[in-house]
């Protein structure tokens, strides 16, 4: 009868091949999703827009809007006399 | 006996290269931005001392002006400033002072957007990921960045609009009951206005 080897050093070898042919599987799934989506770079463009209205204007808008919301463009009032309507105390 | 091997520690370190890079990346994607804001910052603060200096009432129009550009110039080439917008990673281009009134919707008062605007550009924001990608977008992300202050009027401008003023009153008052006035009048101003 031929005896069986129990020796079982090699499978952990085998697992850990199986492991990092995975790995490697994952990483290069996710370099090739994010690469062709362009991830990155919709990372820093995307908000690029808004974030340039914020810096030109003031306003979390897209630049060419935000220029119709300039805090310049605010009309403004003001008024010589005390409204009435308010207690002598809020004076 | 034959000892086992027990040395996997390689394989840790697979894993810890292949997330490292992402971690690496977000963290100064994130340093970039936060960076980019407060140099925007430091932009804006040039740009509205430029116009403070601008605002402020002088001999010309032209004086003004001089004093502007005088003022951004040297903060720019400050040594606490320079540095940061010559180093490669961010630039301030096409400093002017003007009128920029016709960029913003009609209004009434058509000076108020009077001041000093400089090209904000962040080139720190490009750069190339291992094995993800690039940051790099059809342009580097740039803004105007400016102060409106207006303008005072300069001496010349007001000594201008008083002399033509009493050039006015004069005509008023030459056909009225108490004479002519053009002889023994005389204009006098301060510094100003």
């Not at chain 2, 804006?44 to 009432?57: E, P």
């Amino acid at each position: 009868m031929m005896r069986l080897a129990s020796n079982a050093n090699g499978q952990m070898t085998i697992e850990m091949v199986l492991l990092v042919v995975a790995l490697f599987g994952v990483m290069a799934g996710v370099s090739q999703y994010m690469n062709s989506s362009g991830y990155f770079k919709n990372f820093v463009e995307r908000p690029a827009d808004r974030m340039r209205g914020m810096i030109e204007s003031g306003v979390w808008m897209p630049s060419a809007t935000a220029k119709t919301y300039h805090p310049n463009l605010f009309n403004r009032r003001q008024t010589t006399s005390v409204d009435p309507s308010l207690d002598q105390e809020d004076r | 006996m034959k000892k086992p091997n027990l040395g996997q520690a390689g394989f840790i370190t697979l894993d810890f290269v292949i997330a490292f890079v992402l971690v690496f990346t977000f963290t100064v994607l994130l340093f970039a931005i936060t960076l980019t804001f407060s140099a925007v910052e430091i932009a804006q603060y040039m740009t509205f001392a430029a116009a403070r200096s601008y605002y402020a009432a002088n001999i010309s129009e032209a004086e003004q002006l001089n004093q502007g550009q005088a003022k951004f110039a040297e903060l720019q080439n400050a040594n606490y400033i320079k540095p940061l917008f010559h180093g490669g990673w961010y630039s301030l281009t096409n400093f002017t002072i003007q009128n920029f009134n016709s960029e913003f919707p009609a209004q009434n008062d058509t000076k108020i957007f009077i001041g000093a605007r400089v090209l904000f550009s962040a080139d720190v924001l490009n750069f190339q990921v291992p094995f993800f990608g690039s940051t790099n977008s059809k342009e580097t992300f740039s803004a105007n960045i400016s102060s409106y202050l207006t303008r005072e009027p300069s001496s010349d401008e007001c000594t201008q609009f008083n002399t033509q003023r009493v050039q006015k009153i004069k005509q008023v008052y030459s056909n009225g009951p108490i004479g002519d006035l053009g002889s023994g009048y005389y204009l006098i101003t301060d510094n100003g206005c």
